[in-house]
């Protein structure tokens, strides 16, 4: 029997039909699909008036199921809709189909639904509007490209682009379907030739010139940027006219590149002022945190939720310093409670150390961090931004008076020794200051939370080893 679908995208008609088809029992084979107007077919054939299979009175399919409907009618192929009644048919009497992942007309379903879902994206990385005056008013043109599509995505795509160029008035023209949107609302005609896109605008000239001047000949790759951009769209890319000759121009220009002396900069970042550490009496030391928290020598003060001090008795055995706050200090005030801070305490009972007995402070008084979505990420501070943190480290040192420090992680044992330390190769060693304190350098525990979770435990003891007394 034949069935007709009003359209190319028609997936509402074949929902429709296709559950009257597997109500009646009409199997695949018996079914011919088409899309279009109705006309006369001398061939086209009642359906028998009963069939061997049984009559299906209700499907319940995967929702991934309908999911790749929805992109599968998309494609060009024209048995599209044979394949989707098929699975269909199939998932209605072979239950284990859909924990089949080899099935072969699975597998097309899914190749068509990716090359769909491929033509959509190259949609939204090649179309090129051209302004077009088409009114009194040349302050609001109309903007207008034109674009060949593999599938049928016109309609699919149309909502990205309303939301992409919201407040612009344009059209987007292709072989078989076009859309405008006039900032209220989106229309849909028939397609159009490429005889009706608009020629070259004086913007397009901007565009190549631009184009041109951003083309880096040392990171050319030929092949890959043809795998991306396939030459079948080059013809309505305005930059592809400039591909061939940069191309060819590219071994020429990386020579020229290499060969050409360095630049000179406009502007050398001064050196940080060395302040002299400040030596006051224990009952300064509130003053000098609180003067932490005014601190805006460099850009981390002003985004950082507060300064974060040092913590601990005066006159301790021992001053641990680490690099920087993290989120959970930044928050809480205090230094070494988030997850590094739980670890550290692990490590420090396990060594034999009370920490209400020794000092714990960071090289670094404030967070630097990036956001990622709604999550504060740590970021690594710059030298800057720790040389300008090193003096209340250097006053916090004279006003505590440890008698030995601990360095953890190589931002706070270069801000204790004045040097770059490779810490790796030599942790657990002891290095003399230039007043004449001790410094033991390890690792941050933060290093260690991001091991492999079957390195973490042999790593945690040679931590705690060397924080242990008389190490």
Known sequence: MRVRLDHETDLDGFRREAR??????VPPEHVSWAVGAHDDDLFATEPPAAFNVPAT?????????????????LHREPQRFALLYRLLWRLAHEPGLRHDPLDGDMIQARHMAQAVRRDIHKMHAFVRFRQVVDGEDADDPLH?????????????????????????????LTPDRCVEWNRRELRFRAGATRADAPAADAGEQLWLTYYQSIFNPARLKLKMMQKEMPRKYW??????????????????????????PPTQPLRRIPAPVQRVPVVASSDSLPEL?????????????ALATQAVPGEGPMYPAL????????????????PFVGPAGQLFDRALAQAGIDRQAVFVTNS???????????????????????DACRHWL???????????????????????????MAVMSERGQWFARADGLQVLVTVHPSSLLRLPPEQLPAAFERFARELAPGK
């Open 20 to 25: 009257v088809l597997l109500q009646r029992g």
């Open 57 to 73: 009175s209700a499907v319940s399919v995967p929702a991934a199921f309908m999911e790749l409907c929805h992109t599968v009618v």
């Open 144 to 172: 207008v490209a034109w674009f060949e599509p593999d599938h049928h995505i016109v309609e699919a795509n149309a909502p990205w682009f309303r939301r992409r160029f919201a407040n612009m008035r344009w059209a987007i």
């Open 235 to 260: 013809r309505n890319l305005p930059e592809a006219q400039l591909i061939a000759p940069l191309a060819a121009q590219a071994q020429e220009r990386s020579g020229t590149m290499i060969e050409r």
């Open 289 to 301: 945190h609180a003067a932490t928290n005014r601190c805006r020598d460099c850009p981390i003060g």
């Open 319 to 334: 001053m641990f310093v680490g690099e920087q706050p993290g989120d959970q200090e930044d928050l809480r005030g205090r």
């Open 364 to 386: 670094v008084r404030h967070f630097k961090y990036e956001l990622r979505g709604k999550r504060r990420i740590h970021k690594t501070p710059t030298q800057l931004e720790a």
């Open 394 to 420: 250097d006053e916090e040192i004279a006003l505590v008076q440890p008698r030995a420090l601990v360095a953890l992680g190589a931002t706070a044992a270069r801000a204790l020794l004045g040097r770059p």
